[in-house]
């Protein structure tokens, strides 16, 4: 069954080859046998003709197209399911690249995605054991990815941010983006001149120092992760570029994620106890992180990953990924009833992706080992005393808060209690259910009491001689007993009827 899953995908086109993808990253809501499958989809997509790109690029400039740019190649970069790209060069001499959307993808993408919400609310009504893996909230999550990708004035405003994040780092390259000539259909940014790393050439240039590419690209994701709480969401080989001088460029920004303080310091956390292989600690980070919930055991949460990772420990890349161990121990998050956000399984799939890298440049590639050797450095990011300074400036502040509305809330509380017209509501779950038991058990009685009556009677007349007999007894006698009778098995047909 994953197999045909996987298989119907590929033939339904580039909205639903998207949507595996994206389940492939989410083994919290998929079984691990579809994941192993939909992690095989790939964009499987012919390239549009320039003509078409070209008609494309005259209804968002008109005709000024040829006197914005000098000249654009005709053959295609590349060929994805929702773009395609072409270098160029703009009338003012520079490389660009441009990133052109295909034609009636987006009304595609909206006919598909009508049918996926029918298809999750059909499964969520008539197949209630698929609600535990949320269907409508994955289309919904899904919908939000392809909306932010689908619209380029939004990757330009990413590619903005992280040109700011990495102003000062003269090592790592974020392409410049032409604002006035990118559209919501149409982003130009410059053009790298490096070799992305998905190409074998790329570390074998004059002067490349594969273990310093291999730092310096760490080093920026993590202080991505860790101080900006911006990162690269889709960081795989063909985004990641060498440079000359060991410098790094990173391109395709459209799907990135975002962390707060808290989810970045649990982040931290978590590969702080994988390191010292305390899976309580990791446990009560996957809790804390997590929308609340009575139903987790955490000591038997603790169990359960440890007997996943535990076998792991120490091996290097070599002989595991520590992202796919991640995302699978999110899985064993999700059987106990664990909602893991969103940020952090995009955060576990770049580990994959990193790893991925990783391995191209050096076969024993150690994620955890590398990234702890910057544990003083996002230690200061996140307990120096400018971190400090200002979290117990936001701590007075909420405390100043807090402490001028208590006498108006406390005040307000008071006259509300001695209204006498207030009345303190008790709700209590399943209330409904002990009604109907006391209300079934009331009637049940008062049965019994009719039915003791009518036999007793019954009886003290029988003893009493009369002259209209039926059945040998006393005609009352008679009649008070066949109403026990009938009152009788009313009344076991109450007991037996389930409500």
Request: charged fraction near 25%; avoid cysteine; charge should be negative.
């Amino acid at each position: 069954m994953p197999e045909r899953m996987r298989m119907s995908f590929e033939e339904l086109g580039p909205t639903f080859v998207k949507l595996g993808q994206l389940l492939a990253t989410r083994p919290d809501l998929v079984p691990e046998e579809y994941v192993a499958e939909f992690e095989k989809l790939h964009d499987r997509v012919q390239s549009i003709s320039f003509e078409t790109v070209e008609a494309v690029l005259r209804e968002e400039f008109g005709n000024t197209l040829y006197q914005k740019f000098e000249s654009i190649d005709k053959e295609p970069l590349g060929s994805a399911s929702i773009a395609q790209v072409h270098r160029a060069r703009l009338s003012t001499g520079e490389d660009v690249v441009i990133k052109v959307q295909r034609p009636g993808i987006i009304q595609t993408i909206n006919d598909d995605l009508n049918v996926l919400y029918l298809l999750a609310e059909l499964l969520v009504t008539y197949i209630p054991e698929t609600r535990s893996y949320n269907p409508v909230g994955i289309v919904d999550e899904y919908f939000r990815t392809l909306e932010l990708e689908t619209n380029f004035v939004v990757e330009a405003n990413n590619i903005r941010r992280f040109q700011g994040n990495f102003a000062g780092d003269e090592n790592i390259k974020i392409p410049k983006v032409y604002l006035d000539l990118t559209t919501e259909r149409v982003l130009v940014m410059e053009a790298l001149p490096g070799v992305p790393l998905s190409q074998e050439s790329s570390l074998l240039q004059a002067g490349i120092n594969p273990e310093e590419v291999i730092r310096r690209g760490l080093k920026a994701y993590l202080k991505m992760v860790f101080h900006d709480g911006l990162f690269h969401g889709d960081l795989h080989a063909g985004n990641f570029f060498v440079l000359p001088e060991n410098k790094i460029g990173l391109i395709d920004f459209g799907v990135v994620g975002r962390l707060n303080s808290r989810t970045q310091a649990s982040i931290a956390n978590m590969l702080l106890a994988l390191s010292r292989e305390d899976y309580e600690r990791l446990a009560y980070e996957y809790v804390d992180l997590a929308p609340f919930t009575d139903r987790v055991n955490v000591d038997i949460f603790a169990k359960d990953l440890r007997e996943l990772i535990a076998p792991y420990f120490g091996l290097t890349l070599k002989n595991v990924n520590l992202g796919k161990v991640l995302m699978r121990s999110s899985g064993i998050a999700a059987r106990h009833h664990i909602h893991v956000p969103t940020d952090l399984m995009l955060f576990f799939k770049s580990i994959v992706a990193i790893e991925g890298m990783g391995r191209k440049i050096h076969k024993d590639f150690d994620f955890l080992q590398y990234s702890l050797e910057f544990a003083g450095e996002l230690a200061k990011t996140h307990f120096g005393p400018d971190k400090l300074i200002n979290e117990m400036s936001q701590m007075a502040r909420e405390s100043k808060n807090f402490l001028n509305s208590l006498p108006r809330q406390l005040n307000f509380f008071l006259r509300k209690v001695n209204s006498p017209d207030h009345a303190f509501r008790l709700h209590v779950g399943e209330i409904k259910e002990l009604k109907r038991s006391v209300e079934s058990s009331s009637n049940l009685l008062f049965l019994a009491v009719i039915i003791a009556a009518l036999i007793l009677s019954s009886s003290f007349i029988f003893v009493h001689p009369t002259e209209n007999h039926i059945m040998g007894m006393p005609t009352m006698s008679f009649v008070g007993y066949a109403i026990a009778v009938m009152l009788g098995m009313l009344a076991f047909l109450n007991y037996i009827r389930k409500p």
